[in-house]
């Protein structure tokens, strides 16, 4: 296990209430011995050095661990919401406020026991906790391509800083289905950097290229009329499931969510909080979910 420097004006860019808010929080699950591991910003400045103020504390859990949680944090006096139960609860104190995060908000990348093997170390705040391995937040970073967030740059600056310590061959493993994903990543890093292009292992380059090759030699697939876009932006894809009739990519086994997660998790898009301030309140039909002559959902075997 190896130990990581904080970047050393990250506590100087947090509210002396909100520091002391996280640290004791932190301190609540290490005494009580929940496993949770510190991302977000916080873990991006020990992998980088970059520094960013941020608005919240992200402590990834196990989703059984969630209730637990919970308890540890009420006992506090603070509050909790469960505002996406696919993906993340939330912990308030007043204005400020931590992220639980058990997935993915597109279901893609639940937190299971490969997130807490070998984890570095750090100090934040003054409180000895694990941190999110590299690779966990690679793979979570990799699919956040909304219209108002892309988490593309901080994939190119973590490869920059990190490219000969990465588990390669774990970090395939990890994007399995989804290995387009991390091609497209990987390019665009040697787009961005041309002469750090060499750091990213050629055998890793050789390997998903040959993927691709094998995939572009296939016969179309028999069940194509999938729009894998909605796994990476929750908006910006509805058109094609709402209006052109595509399967929602969340509606296949590479999610885990169901037509209700993805409900709830479209109707908290501004865009449509303001349509229904001026429409009034109603139903919406769950996006992207073709149903059989019986109305249940269609599901989709995972890709090759």
Same mark, same amino acid.
């Given at each position: 296990?190896?130990?990581? =420097?904080?970047?050393?004006?990250?506590?100087e860019e947090v509210h002396p209430d909100?520091?002391?808010?996280?640290?004791?929080?932190?301190?609540?699950?290490?005494?009580?011995?929940?496993?949770? +591991?510190?991302?977000?910003?916080?873990?991006?400045?020990?992998?980088?050095?970059?520094?960013?103020?941020?608005?919240?504390?992200?402590?990834? *859990?196990?989703?059984?661990?969630?209730?637990?949680?919970?308890?540890?944090?009420?006992?506090?006096?603070?509050?909790?919401?469960? =505002?996406?139960?696919?993906?993340?609860?939330? @912990?308030?104190?007043?204005?400020?406020?931590?992220?639980?995060?058990?997935?993915?908000?597109?279901?893609?990348?639940?937190?299971?026991?490969?997130?807490?093997?070998?984890?570095?170390?750090?100090?934040?705040?003054?409180?000895?906790?694990?941190? $999110?391995?590299?690779?966990?937040?690679?793979?979570?970073?990799?699919?956040?391509?909304?219209?108002?967030?892309?988490?593309?740059?901080?994939? $190119?600056?973590?490869?920059?800083?990190?490219?000969?310590?990465?588990?390669?061959?774990?970090?395939?493993?990890?994007?399995?289905?989804?290995?387009?994903?991390?091609?497209?990543?990987?390019?665009?890093?040697?787009? *961005?950097?041309?002469?750090?292009?060499?750091?990213?292992?050629?055998?890793?380059?050789?390997?998903?290229?040959?993927?691709?090759?094998?995939?572009?030699?296939?016969?179309?697939? @028999?069940?194509?009329?999938?729009?894998?876009?909605? +796994?990476?932006?929750?908006?910006?894809? +509805?058109?094609?499931?709402?209006?052109?009739?595509?399967?929602?990519?969340?509606?296949?086994?590479?999610?885990?969510?169901?037509?209700?997660?993805?409900?709830?998790?479209?109707?908290? *898009?501004?865009?449509?909080?303001?349509?229904?301030?001026?429409?009034?309140?109603?139903?919406?039909?769950?996006?992207?979910?073709?149903?059989?002559?019986?109305?249940?959902?269609?599901?989709?075997?995972?890709?090759?």
């Open positions: 296990m190896c130990t990581v =420097p904080l970047a050393p004006s990250i506590e909100t520091a002391a808010f996280y640290r004791r929080a932190l301190q609540v699950l290490s005494d009580a011995g929940v496993p949770f +591991l510190v991302g977000g910003a916080f873990a991006h400045a020990c992998f980088t050095g970059i520094r960013r103020n941020t608005k919240d504390l992200d402590l990834f *859990i196990r989703r059984e661990h969630l209730d637990r949680v919970q308890d540890l944090v009420r006992a506090e006096g603070w509050r909790t919401e469960l =505002p996406y139960p696919h993906w993340l609860a939330k @912990v308030y104190a007043g204005e400020d406020f931590i992220d639980l995060i058990y997935n993915s908000g597109n279901g893609v990348t639940p937190v299971d026991d490969l997130w807490f093997q070998d984890n570095p170390e750090a100090e934040v705040l003054g409180v000895p906790v694990k941190i $999110a391995n590299m690779e966990d937040g690679f793979l979570s970073k990799a699919f956040i391509m909304e219209r108002e967030r892309y988490d593309g740059a901080d994939i $190119a600056h973590l490869l920059h800083a990190n490219a000969e310590h990465l588990d390669w061959a774990g970090l395939l493993e990890r994007f399995g289905p989804n290995w387009r994903v991390l091609l497209a990543h990987l390019t665009l890093f040697g787009f *961005i950097y041309p002469g750090e292009r060499h750091r990213v292992p050629a055998w890793v380059m050789d390997r998903l290229l040959q993927k691709l090759a094998a995939e572009i030699a296939q016969p179309p697939a @028999v069940d194509a009329h999938v729009c894998a876009g909605t +796994l990476l932006s929750r908006e910006q894809y +509805l058109h094609d499931v709402e209006q052109l009739g595509y399967i929602d990519g969340r509606l296949t086994p590479a999610s885990t969510m169901t037509p209700e997660d993805i409900q709830v998790w479209t109707e908290a *898009i501004p865009a449509r909080q303001q349509q229904h301030a001026v429409d009034g309140p109603g139903a919406l039909t769950p996006p992207g979910v073709p149903t059989t002559a019986a109305g249940e959902p269609i599901v989709l075997p995972p890709p090759a």
